[in-house]
């Protein structure tokens, strides 16, 4: 992505913004342990608008300022410093490789920052996500107060940056989805491997060590989200995570693991017998989950609400419930009380885009948002029946998920996600051969 796609970002933040300032801290770094750091990765928003991956950066959009409307805070080049941590792009890089009109060392903030703000209507920020930069913005915005009687006046209010941000990073645009696309190519084919490499004996973890391998091969530098590996009833768990158990002869395995590319995520989950074979009640469930998944598909397209997809798949999964013998009564009854969510508690979908749960609002005032091109999100139904005293010893410890990434189109929905083979047949026989 070049440096002009962020820029026309940064113009359409700045056009909401009337005569306010923005300030956009990227991630803190986190202590793993000791003086080890954990990977650095970019805060969302941050990158989002300004393509800059180093730590120790801040970036300020000033909509009208004459000397330059983009002001980022950054580290200096040090040689000794990058002798052992690696490469900075430093103020002059700041400029040149990533549009910024003016750069300061990142030292320099807290002289330089709050001449920022002086007469500024606004201060748009995100306030309760980093304590210690809170208490540094309100020190910067308190030290302007203090020179109102010189004629300077501070900004009367802060505004969340969401409300404008994130509205615009819910609909991506075609740079956005040619890198989600190759992120989700990059997660089949180790979802394939996968389900090519299973076999009774073999350890959740070595496993995830086969995805992970595909998703590094393929150019990714991180997991969107750690990934679940989850053999036999351990896919009751919904977010399970330690990956540690063997895998047996007659379970299912649940995998739910995707890739992030670029700072955009890809989610794909499988549900496959560790043997290669579906048994007869774990084929039963595993169709009810899919037709529910096709069902949702189906009612995903621009015009349709955010809920529709949902409520398609619940219809499908409750009447599947009821045809087996779990449940009692009617469809209608069934979906009424909710009787359903013993097996199915959570939501059939989320948005997808630079975090695993995107950002974007789900309804606007109270009522569910209007799916609209562009937008990415998931779709993933499953049936889960937790081994205990109330369930049917017939499926006992069956998990199923099967989860997709779906792109909303004037037509429908792609499935960008969909080299993965799902269908009963096609997964025996790629386990097979």
């Known amino acids: 992505m070049d440096k002009a796609l962020f820029a026309r970002r940064r113009r359409g933040v700045m056009q909401l913004m009337g005569e306010g300032v923005a300030i956009i801290p990227t991630a803190p770094e986190a202590s793993r342990n000791g003086d080890v750091l954990y990977r650095f990765r970019p805060d969302s928003d941050f990158q989002y608008l300004t393509n800059f991956s180093e730590p120790d950066a801040v970036a300020v959009l000033i909509p009208g300022r004459e000397q330059g409307e983009f002001v980022l805070f950054c580290r200096e080049k040090n040689?000794?410093?990058?002798?052992w941590d690696g490469r900075r792009a430093g103020l002059e890089g700041a400029m040149e490789l990533y549009g910024a009109d003016d750069a300061y060392p990142i030292e320099d903030m807290d002289q330089i920052l709050p001449g920022l703000l002086e007469n500024r209507s606004r201060i748009f920020c995100f306030m309760g996500r980093n304590a210690k930069f809170d208490t540094r913005m309100m020190l910067w915005f308190n030290e302007v107060k203090t020179k109102t009687r010189a004629g300077i006046s501070a900004p009367a209010e802060f505004v969340d940056l969401k409300y404008i941000l994130h509205e615009l990073r819910l609909v991506k645009?075609?740079?956005?989805?040619?890198?989600?696309?190759?992120?989700?190519?990059?997660?089949?084919?180790?979802?394939?491997?996968?389900?090519?490499?299973?076999?009774?004996?073999?350890?959740?973890?070595?496993?995830?060590?086969?995805?992970?391998?595909?998703?590094?091969?393929?150019?990714?530098?991180?997991?969107?989200?750690?990934?679940?590996?989850?053999?036999?009833?351990?896919?009751?768990?919904?977010?399970?995570?330690?990956?540690?158990?063997?895998?047996?002869?007659?379970?299912?395995?649940?995998?739910?693991?995707?890739?992030?590319?670029?700072?955009?995520?890809?989610?794909?989950?499988?549900?496959?017998?560790?043997?290669g074979k579906f048994s007869p009640e774990q084929r039963d469930v595993y169709e009810i989950v899919l037709a529910a998944q096709a069902a949702a598909v189906t009612a995903t397209r621009a015009g349709a609400q955010w809920n529709d997809p949902h409520e398609a798949a619940v219809s499908v999964l409750a009447?599947?419930?009821?045809?087996?013998?779990?449940?009692?009564?009617?469809?209608?009854?069934?979906?009424?009380?909710?009787?359903?969510?013993?097996?199915?508690?959570?939501?059939?979908?989320?948005?997808?885009?630079?975090?695993?749960?995107?950002?974007?609002?789900?309804?606007?005032?109270?009522?569910?948002?209007?799916?609209?091109?562009?937008?990415?999100?998931?779709?993933?139904?499953?049936?889960?029946f937790g081994p205990g005293p109330d369930t049917d010893p017939r499926f006992s410890g069956i998990g199923i998920r099967i989860e997709d990434d779906a792109v909303v189109t004037t037509e429908g929905c792609e499935l960008i996600t969909s080299d993965v083979v799902k269908s009963v047949e096609d997964i025996e026989a790629l386990m097979a051969g």
């Open 79 to 83: 040689p000794e410093r990058e002798m």
């Open 319 to 384: 009447q599947g419930l009821l045809d087996l013998g779990v449940l009692e009564g009617s469809l209608d009854g069934v979906i009424e009380s909710g009787s359903y969510r013993q097996y199915y508690m959570h939501r059939t979908g989320h948005w997808l885009g630079m975090d695993v749960h995107d950002v974007g609002d789900y309804k606007i005032d109270n009522t569910w948002r209007e799916l609209e091109p562009g937008m990415v999100l998931t779709i993933e139904p499953g049936l889960y």
């Open 173 to 275: 645009r075609s740079e956005e989805l040619r890198v989600m696309r190759r992120a989700a190519k990059i997660s089949a084919v180790a979802h394939t491997r996968a389900m090519q490499t299973c076999k009774p004996g073999m350890f959740e973890y070595q496993i995830e060590a086969e995805l992970e391998y595909e998703f590094r091969k393929g150019g990714s530098a991180y997991c969107a989200y750690p990934s679940i590996v989850a053999g036999g009833e351990n896919a009751c768990i919904l977010h399970y995570t330690e990956n540690d158990c063997e895998l047996n002869d007659g379970d299912l395995l649940l995998i739910d693991a995707g890739c992030e590319l670029d700072c955009y995520a890809s989610d794909i989950t499988r549900t496959f017998p560790v043997n």
